[in-house]
């Protein structure tokens, strides 16, 4: 992901980066990875939640690291309207149902 200069420090990153981590929960992912160089992003990612799980030394003929950085993306669940009916549940009872039930390769 790269964001133009003039939009950067106008939330753009933030809000491309929650866009992507939204639809990788929809599509049933429980991480997200991604990677950036040491004169880039890190910071930018850390404050998004991610937390660096390794670094390669002198990648580039530079001697910049790459870092490769994971987030647990949370589960969405979505309460379920009290008029429904669940399945072999006490009639008024709710629930909580997950919505990206279905697991789609990441």
């Excluded at 992901?1 to 866009?19: F, K, Q, S």
């Excluded at 001697?63 to 490769?68: D, N, Q």
């Excluded at 399945?87 to 008024?92: D, E, I, M």
Aim: glycine fraction near 8%; aromatic fraction near 8%; charge should be neutral.
């Amino acid at each position: 992901m790269a964001v133009r200069v003039e939009w950067r420090r106008h939330r753009v990153g933030g809000r491309l980066l929650d866009v992507a981590e939204e639809e990788a929960r929809r599509r049933g992912c429980e991480y997200a990875c991604v990677d950036t160089m040491s004169f880039q992003a890190p910071d930018f990612y850390i404050r998004h939640g991610y937390q660096i799980a390794e670094r390669l030394p002198d990648w580039d003929s530079h001697g910049h690291e790459k870092l490769l950085l994971t987030k647990q993306l949370e589960i969405q669940y979505q309460a379920l309207p009290s008029s429904a009916n669940l399945r072999g549940t006490s009639p008024g009872m709710t629930g909580k149902i997950v919505t990206n039930a279905v697991n789609y390769p990441c």
